[in-house]
Antibody
Framework: EVQLVESGGDLVQPGGSLTLSCATSGFTFSNFWMTWVRQAPGKGLEWLANIRKDGRDQSCVDSVKGRFTISRDNAKSSLYLQMNSLRVEDTAVYYC?????????????WGQGTLVTVSS | QSVLTQPPSVSGAPGQRVTISCTGS?????????VHWYQQLPGTAPKPLIFADNNRPSGVPDRFSGSKSGTSASLAITGLQAEDEADYYC???????????FGTGTKVSVL
């Protein structure tokens, strides 16, 4: 059974940093692109970033470029999101997701999400 | 801001058919990139509903179907049921943004 479990969500002050983790199981992690998606309270889904199977290529949305970094450890079957210079508007539930194995195929599995609250 | 536009809400009586539109542009849907749909029940993670325009993952009822034409796509729900009350999102890849984008989301209500 494919499982994605996020952790690391917390209350952090504006300007602070946080690292989210996503532990995976039930599939060969190194065979899949992985993605982070977030959802602000009462708002829609926002695609944040994804990373290639070998970790050597990443893409991210402009709103977090230069502040957030996606990475992975294939030996640990884990995905990460390093978040710096956090802003109030970064408050959201952050989802880890597995990309479908076809090109531009969207997401086929989601984690349950972890809440990040940015507030003073 | 999202580049894929959906109606904020649609509603229908049990058993009826409803459709949700997803309007994009020549850099995403119109460029031929697949459109994917997700259902999100309150307080839960999104669930894949349709992928690559019109394909249902295993376990998704055939009451749900997808289509695409030009720069737009649609999700149809036939035989609407109370359990279909949820938020629905489309998604596609955008070559100008070099990343995926989600639609604005549509809330489906069963009257």
């Amino acid at each position: 059974e494919v499982q994605l479990v996020e952790s690391g969500g917390d209350l952090v002050q504006p300007g602070g940093s946080l690292t989210l983790s996503c532990a995976t199981s039930g599939f060969t992690f190194s065979n899949f692109w992985m993605t982070w998606v977030r959802q602000a309270p009462g708002k829609g889904l926002e695609w944040l970033a994804n990373i290639r199977k070998d970790g050597r290529d990443q893409s991210c949305v402009d709103s977090v470029k230069g502040r957030f970094t996606i990475s992975r450890d294939n030996a640990k079957s884990s995905l990460y999101l390093q978040m710096n210079s956090l802003r109030v508007e970064d408050t959201a539930v952050y989802y880890c997701a597995r990309d479908r194995s076809i090109a531009f195929g969207g997401v086929d599995y989601w984690g349950q999400g972890t809440l990040v609250t940015v507030s003073s | 801001q999202s580049v894929l536009t959906q109606p904020p809400s649609v509603s229908g009586a049990p058993g009826q058919r409803v459709t949700i539109s997803c309007t994009g542009s020549s850099s995403n849907i119109g460029a031929g990139y697949g459109v994917h749909w997700y259902q999100q029940l309150p307080g839960t993670a999104p669930k894949p509903l349709i992928f690559a325009d019109n394909n249902r993952p295993s376990g998704v009822p055939d009451r749900f179907s997808g289509s695409k034409s030009g720069t737009s796509a649609s999700l149809a729900i036939t035989g609407l049921q109370a359990e279909d009350e949820a938020d629905y999102y489309c998604q596609s890849y955008d070559s100008s943004l070099r990343g995926y984008v989600f639609g604005t989301g549509t809330k489906v209500s069963v009257l």
